[in-house]
């Protein structure tokens, strides 16, 4: 059978035509996210009016991912706790009261070591895992970047950190924003010193010196954004370092964008082996577990 | 000699008439800060209609101290490197090119072990150095707040976080904002714990457990700004041990706010014995300085 798959998070949603052959058929992408539809509109007539025409030609069912399955979402899927097999979530979705072709996909929680939540990439654990059959630490940069240990299929633990949050709110405005230069381009070197000195100490204990390094000329203004990266980047390596994904431990990155290659760049330099897996290919082999 | 003394930063200014007697004579405060003025009238202008009564009747000078002595501001005043003397700052004023009855206050800079600047706080660090004689390490809390190591009225090194800025940005907008309780009561239980949490891993590595905490119910909402708050603080304190301020050292706290006297019971809890000083108190000292 033919499966839609909607990646609908909080400010933007993907959505896959996958054919029962496995081809992909179609995708669409807009930015009519979790905040923008609530309250302005209604989730079914948001969703009807956007791929109302693949439903009808594909009679295939609906699987929702991500923010949409929140408390403030359309219909809330409790989460599973983890450890969880990820071989699990297409049994554990949840129909849509009102139509059961909707089904919404749990996301994962951890109460111990610490409490973390996620939302969405259980889909591209589920399909990296599908593809590699690899244990170890998978890594998905983003807003909220998340780390998951996986054993034979199993997320056992996972850390959130607010990396990607956070650098934008501190390259938007403030004492930082203030002195990155508007057009500042790539600089590998600044990312990767930065990546190498909080090993030394935290990236809180270092972030002013962006700026103090501008303003002393130690620091060149178009590396300060790259530097701003590396710092809050390098801790999530050197946290993970102490949370089990030492060097040498093989790191999954699910990504194909610029800040993957710089978690690819940043992972190599401290000595981990790495393998890039492209997230739209993760999650459409995801999704054909849902088809079955 | 009468003296005025303002302390103009980025976003309010606070303006002191200190007669020669030592007495404080009055007293006035607005947010007509450099960021406010810069651009939209003229800093002369602005002096001129604030406290253009005082410099008449009293016919002291004009010590300008912070952001208004900044590239940014009306006029630069170079920083001085540390270790510096504070008992240098009075001959190192700046005066205003057409009015050398203005004067501006260097800030300090350091380029090792890290980059950093201070602008302002030069004077309440000379004022309570000249109130307590003591040396050690002295705190003060705020946007930027700043560790100083004095010796002998000499500024050894400081270290500045931006911890103040960081919680109004988390707090305003975005995934902890969305947790946080508008009508949050202060929370020491909170506070401490989370203080005590950012020993085992850093604050960043824990940021996100605000916004998990509260979604999976081990932590009420109600207490998530001051775990967020304890999260900032006492990565400080931890940074801090690692860069001399032991356990057991005595801490200068700086400040008579709500923020100094969380910083203050974060300290004791870690084992160090703390000192307040009343900021104001210690700006009119060092002003005095500036009389002679």
Redesign the interface.
């Known amino acids: 059978l033919d499966v839609i798959g909607i990646d609908w998070g909080s400010s933007n949603r993907r959505a896959y035509w996958l054919e029962d052959s496995g081809v992909l058929r179609a995708q669409r992408e807009d930015e009519q996210g979790v905040l923008a539809v609530a309250g302005s509109t209604d989730f079914a007539v948001s969703l009807a009016s956007w791929i109302g025409d693949w439903r009808v030609q594909s009679g295939g069912a609906v699987i929702l991912s991500g923010m949409i399955g929140s ?1 403030s979402g359309w219909q809330e899927a409790p ?1 599973l706790e983890v450890p969880l097999p990820l071989d699990r979530l297409p049994a554990e979705t949840v129909p849509l009261a009102q139509d059961p072709r909707i089904r919404f996909v749990p996301g994962l ?3 111990e070591p ?4 996620m939302r969405g990439e259980e889909m591209q654990l589920l399909g990296a895992w599908k593809l590699s059959a690899a244990d170890g630490w998978y890594v998905l940069p983003g807003t ?1 970047s998340k780390w998951a240990l996986l054993r034979d299929g199993v997320v056992q633990r996972f ?5 990607g ?2 650098y934008a ?2 390259s938007e405005k ?3 924003a203030a002195v990155i230069a508007p057009a500042s381009t790539e600089d590998d070197d600044a990312f990767l010193q930065a990546v190498r000195d909080v090993r030394a ?9 962006v ?3 501008v ?2 000329g ?2 060149p203004s178009h590396a300060a954004r790259a530097r701003l990266s590396g710092l ?1 980047i390098g ?2 390596f ?2 993970m370092a ?2 089990g994904a030492s060097p040498g431990e093989r790191l999954h990155i699910l990504g194909s964008s610029a800040l993957a290659r710089r978690y690819d760049a940043a992972a190599r330099m401290l000595g981990h082996p790495t393998v890039l897996h492209d997230p739209v290919r993760c999650h459409l082999r995801a999704l054909a577990e849902f088809a079955r």
């Open positions: 408390h989460y929680c951890q109460r610490g409490p973390d939540v909220h850390h959130t950190f607010m990396t949050e956070l709110r501190l403030g004492a930082l100490s935290t990236a809180l204990a270092q972030l002013f010196s700026r103090s390094g303003l002393l130690s620091l809050l801790e999530e050197a946290a102490s949370f």
